[in-house]
């Protein structure tokens, strides 16, 4: 009996021209990343799960995928790559400099219901300062993210930022004070662009049993926004500093980064202050961020973070403080289509060699290796056939460059190079010649 192919639901296969675009998209990022000094580290898709367990959410635990192997353990797929950079730091702390800049490439897995560009396993991309209580690391991680989003021709997009203890303060001067209720609180605010401001109060007034009055004010604290200048937002926001020490720690923490990115050759409309913004309830405690594309707002973040400073608490005495961001490629590639910018390519060869005749493929062999040798990326059809069913496979795959070995160009060793765009072609070319076209 022949087994169906299919695919578990919440999971995907990628065929070549996504995969590609995906290579691409992070070969990109991870230049960027070392360019400003993060190095690699690689972990385990599988963690024991007591590792996974006490660092998740109550929602993230539900969504675990958990079970015994083969020898009885008690393991888990990671849902993020951040508690195994706990793990990894907290055992090899001995081993790496700090403040320890890495970043990680590679799929995690939370059993949620599957949405646009998320999926129940996706790819993950973080970036992370270890070590450091310094707000330059914070506001790193904005360019890091700046050029990132750059990097990838994406222009219109914006970072916003926000810091938990301004969301702390604003909760304590209407009345929310103990850990269980902020946390009910912020939950409820990080649906305000779901369900609205309508909708957050009713959720408020039911879940924390608080005066209609209270919630109005609450609502109106979180809904500030930086909509102008910088300068000008914070004079507007000063008399919040005197509400209570976690307002005034958060927003002269946001003044300082500011006050490091406006140095930079960085456009300012690209990153704005949100107090709505409330990401990783269990994780963060300062600054955090939330990039969206402002064409397509409905897709969600696609590169979020912020600073936690209770990092390595469950594996270690020594607690170490860290700060960074993670680009959600999966999302981030469902966007870049819909707004057109991803390549329609399915190879990574811009040159495809035709071969007129089977006596001809030991020349169009040698002819690859020197254009590779050039830094050309080059494929030789493997068949002879009819030049149409291979100028047809030259299009639909995507080489900008058809080169075509006859009789003549085989006696001769010349090229006949095709541009598969314009459709113009040269006839008895030299490999240099033909190389400097092909490099114009």
């Known amino acids: 009996m022949l087994v169906v192919p299919r695919t578990l639901s919440g999971f995907r296969d990628r065929l070549p021209k996504e995969a590609m675009a995906k290579s691409k998209l992070l070969s990109k990022v991870s230049r960027v ?54 793990r990894f730091i907290s055992q090899y702390h001995n081993e790496v400099e700090l403040p320890f800049k890495r970043y990680v490439i590679g799929n995690v897995f939370r059993g949620e219901r599957a949405q646009r560009g998320r999926y129940r396993e996706f790819t993950q991309c973080d970036f992370d300062f270890i070590g450091s209580d310094s707000i330059a690391c914070d506001a790193e ?36 004070v103990d850990k269980k209720g902020v946390e009910i609180a912020l939950r409820i605010i990080d649906k305000l662009d779901k369900i609205g401001k309508d909708g957050v109060c009713i ?58 990115l406006s140095d930079l050759q960085m456009d300012t409309d690209t990153y704005r202050i949100n107090f709505a913004i409330a990401r990783g309830l269990g994780y963060y405690t300062g600054i955090v961020y ?14 979020s973070g912020g600073r936690y400073d209770n990092l390595t608490r469950t594996f270690s005495k020594q607690n170490m403080s860290g700060v960074g961001a993670s680009i959600g490629i999966d999302r981030l590639l469902a966007g870049l289509e819909e707004l ?52 047809s496979y030259a299009d639909s ?44």
């Not at 990132?148 to 009345?175: D, P, Q």
């Not at 109106?220 to 507007?236: H, P, R, T, V």
């Not at 910018?341 to 035709?354: K, M």
Request: with cysteine; net charge negative.
């Open 397 to 440: 795959k995507g080489h900008e460059f058809a080169i075509v070995i006859g009789e003549d160009e085989y006696k001769s060793n010349t090229i006949t190079l095709k541009n598969m765009t314009s459709g113009m072609q040269l006839q008895q070319l030299s490999f240099l010649k033909a190389l400097e076209i092909i490099k114009e």
């Open 290 to 303: 939330e990039t969206v594309l402002n064409r397509l707002k409905n897709l969600g973040s696609v590169c």
């Open 33 to 86: 990343f070392e360019s400003f000094g993060f190095v690699p580290i690689e972990t385990p898709h599988i963690e024991y799960a007591d590792i996974l367990v006490r660092q998740g959410s109550e929602e993230i635990q539900k969504e675990l995928y958990r079970f015994k192997d083969h020898g009885g353990r008690d393991v888990a797929l990671r849902f993020d790559q951040t508690v195994p950079l706990a």
């Open 340 to 391: 057109g910018l991803l390549s329609g390519r399915s190879t990574s060869a811009r040159v495809l060699i035709i071969c007129m005749d089977s006596a001809f493929f030991g020349f169009a062999h040698k002819l690859a290796e020197s254009f590779r040798r050039s830094m050309v990326f080059t494929e030789v059809y493997p068949e002879v056939n009819k030049l149409k069913k291979q100028f």
């Open 141 to 176: 991680i904005v360019q890091v993210i700046y050029a990132s989003m750059a990097t990838l021709g994406i222009e219109e997009f914006t970072v916003w930022l926000n810091h938990r203890e301004i969301l702390n303060g604003i909760c304590k001067y209407f009345g929310i």
């Open 203 to 260: 959720e408020l007034k039911k879940e924390l049993c608080i005066s209609e009055k209270k919630v109005e004010g609450l609502i109106e604290a979180i809904s500030i926004k930086q909509i102008g200048a910088a300068d000008e937002f914070f004079c507007e926001v000063a008399p919040l500093k005197n509400w209570n020490e976690e307002l005034k720690k958060g927003i002269t923490e946001l003044e300082s980064l500011y006050e490091i």
